[in-house]
């Protein structure tokens, strides 16, 4: 049976929260920078939307360097525990398609790969129509779109997902790899650096399928015998590596818009509440418990704040929960008096639960 791989990959991920955030910045040039602190527009280009990379804005810029290139666009520094909610809340529906919970992996907080080889039975069309469903569901979740790519391992797969950016969806199955790949330059691997690539234009290598029948003695004498064997399989389309989620990589968070924009304890906090109960819920399908309590609030000016309580041994009780929530916020509202729009919850230290563990305990 034929692997069957989704990688999926949010679009302009950090811009495209601050739109939906704000409407008022759609159609605009939207920078999202990571400042250093060390003066005004200090940093670098975390992402930008669309219409701000037609000026040449590019991740990984000097956000100085950005403003010269478009005066016009709007700054905003990075709300990285903000997005990490989002980011939750659309790796949930991810894994809820995966085979199982162990073939989900998140590579970085904007994209994953899910394995679904058994759910689609060697069958590229379920994949498709599965793909379109994710797409789906994070728009009506989140209001925001993804692209994704679909493959027989996860090198295709993530090639895949750059092939229609924004909001496409691309399959490659196992007979559409070489043509997908020959063609290609040695930099548009994954995983092929500048250097690497560099070196194989000096040997006379300017295509992938070039690099797919190289002599592997060659590639050995010029990479070592690690790499240069895994660069003929990559140049051929194969890629083992299982799809496994990574180590210290795992939480679970829930955010929510409230009704309206408040400092009311006892509108807030049934809101807590009820997200504090689908955490619990999914602590339990996962057979994990948790040590970290995080409160997320967004207030009315957009700007996150957090509150974290470490507990003293990992729990899965929805009593605990509830009553770390409940201190984290009523202390939030007493230092501050900006009304909340939006508010969250997250756990993290995440264990898997002993056997002795009782269904009762998580109640």
Known sequence: MSRIVVHVDMDYFYAAVE???????????????????????????????YTARKYGIKSGMPCSRAIKLNQDAVFLPVRKEFYTEVSDSIMEVLRSHADSDESFEQISIDEAFIEVTANCNDDFECALKLGEDIKQKILEKEQLTCSVGIGPNKLIAKMASSENKPNGITVISQHDVKPFLEDRTPSQLWGVGDVTAGRLEQMGIKKVGQLASSDIVSLTDAFGKKKGSWLKKAAQGMDESPVRQREGSEQIGRIATLPENSSEYDLIMPVLDNLADDVIRKTIERGVSFRQVTLIVITSDFKTQTRNHTLQRAVAE???????????????????KSAI???????????????????????
């Not at 898997?352 to 998580?362: D, M």
């Open 19 to 49: 739109e939906r955030e704000d409407p008022s910045l759609r159609g605009r040039s939207v920078v999202v920078c990571m400042y250093s602190g060390r003066g005004e527009h200090r940093g670098s280009v975390s992402t930008s939307n």
């Open 318 to 336: 929805k009593e605990i929960l509830r009553s770390n929530l409940d201190k984290l916020l009523t202390t939030f509202l007493e230092e501050n």
């Open 341 to 363: 729009r939006r508010i969250g919850v997250r756990v993290a230290g995440l264990q898997e639960v002993s056997s002795q563990t009782t269904l009762a305990s998580y109640f």
